[in-house]
């Protein structure tokens, strides 16, 4: 059984897998245990992706077991090897990428065909849905690694989702001092149980400024502009996640990077290597790790959750393969209409939802004249009588 994305908004559960046939020395057919949902996995399924072709099964997040019964966590790119970013190190960048779940098929399906080289093993003791973190995890230490991070320095940490918690986890544990800035309430109350267990501080925005290190964990480029504003002197901010496309930076908020001689560091994905880094950090922290779990499901739910992962205010959702009814019934998810479609349904940053939040009704005082002139005519509806006769024949 697989998750096939045919269209935009339309994942479809096939359970015809003769394409899985292992046709390349270094390719390895796997079992998928489980599959984390990425917010990236809910865009494409929302918006496509200029480089995705139909039909692809997404996910990249996942743990995966071989014919031997080992398990492993998936780093999802394949490099070239050769190109001067692969020599260097530096093979998220390499020239030739191709992700899994993207340029590929990935992990939302009960098999997996993979790059043996992509495969890192797991020690007995890690739980699969713990290890499914290993990718996120592995972008946090890449971040860190660009940032010249000293115990007790101050890290502000724009964004409380998954990734803006596992930063402020991983800041903790370098020894540094994190605040997480999260504006949103609903999602204040859900993470409480992390950020108690955790110790670690959130606030809806801080008077305070001279950060040593920022990192922006979320799109909405206003966060990213107020991360420079609080950098210090000779301060870095690491350009985590991509932001809002399309939006204007004040020149002036660019100047205080000059004056301030802050470093701007760019950060995109991880290596082999972070990923592996990231075992030692899932261990030990697995039980808070734990707690970034909204939920574990079977995989037939993927297209019913893809718009709560879409809309940002939900932790982690955990695709577990043992718990797939394969007597469940074929079905074809297709995105919800917009009369079902609520405003928190939306990203928070986006145009729709900032237009349908700022509706209010209109007072009562004003009702009167803010009534068109044509509501007052007899019968306005007349020319559409007819087709109200139609709606029989209607699809
Ligand atoms: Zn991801
Ligand atoms: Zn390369």
Excluded at 49 to 70: I, Q, Y
Excluded at 259 to 264: D, F, L, P
Aim: glycine share 8%; charged share 20%.
């Amino acid at each position: 059984m697989k998750m096939v994305l045919t269209g935009l908004g339309r994942l479809e559960i096939q359970t015809d897998d003769r394409d899985m046939k292992v046709s390349d020395d270094a390719l390895v057919l796997t079992d998928v245990l489980c599959c984390a949902v990425c917010r990236t996995d809910a865009k494409m399924w929302e918006q496509g992706h200029r480089d995705l072709v139909f039909p692809r099964v997404l996910g990249h997040e996942m743990v995966v077991r071989d014919e031997t019964g080992k398990r492993f966590m998936v780093w999802p790119g394949k490099s070239c090897g050769v190109c001067v970013f692969c020599r260097t190190g530096k093979e998220n960048l390499c020239e030739h990428m191709k992700i899994s779940g993207f340029h590929t098929d990935g992990g939302f399906a009960h098999k997996a065909l993979l790059p043996k080289d992509s495969l890192i093993p797991l020690p007995d003791a890690l739980p699969s849905p713990i290890a499914c973190f290993a990718e996120p995890v592995g972008c946090v230490i890449n971040a860190f690694e660009k940032l010249p991070a000293k115990t007790g320095d101050r890290v502000l940490v724009y964004g409380g989702g998954t990734m803006g918690l596992i930063t402020a986890l991983y800041a903790l544990d370098l020894g540094l001092i994190p605040l997480v800035i999260e504006k949103n309430e609903p999602k204040i109350r859900k993470i409480a149980p992390f950020l108690s267990a955790s110790g670690i501080s959130c606030a809806k925005d801080t008077h305070e400024s001279e950060f040593d290190l920022i990192i922006n964990a979320c799109a909405d480029y206003k966060a990213f502009c107020q991360g420079i504003a609080k950098i210090c002197k000779g301060g870095h901010l690491a350009f985590f996640s991509g932001i809002s496309k399309n939006e204007q930076i004040e020149t002036n908020l660019l100047n205080l990077i000059h004056y301030r001689e802050a470093v701007v560091s760019g950060v995109y994905g991880m290596t082999r290597d972070h990923m592996q880094k990231a075992l030692p950090f899932m261990e030990t922290r697995a039980g808070l790790l734990e707690l970034l779990i909204e939920d574990t499901l079977a995989p037939e739910t993927t297209p019913a959750i893809m718009p709560k992962v879409l809309s940002g205010n939900y932790l982690k959702y955990i695709l577990d393969f043992s718990l797939s009814n394969p007597s469940a019934p074929v079905s074809v998810k297709t995105l919800p209409s917009s009369p079902g479609l609520k405003p928190e349904d939306l990203p928070s940053q986006s145009l729709c939802r900032t237009v349908l939040e700022s509706i209010a009704p209109v007072p009562e005082d004003l009702l009167p004249a803010a009534t068109p002139g044509w509501m007052k005519k007899p019968n306005p509806w007349a020319p559409w009588a007819a087709w109200k006769t139609w709606p029989s024949a209607w699809p």
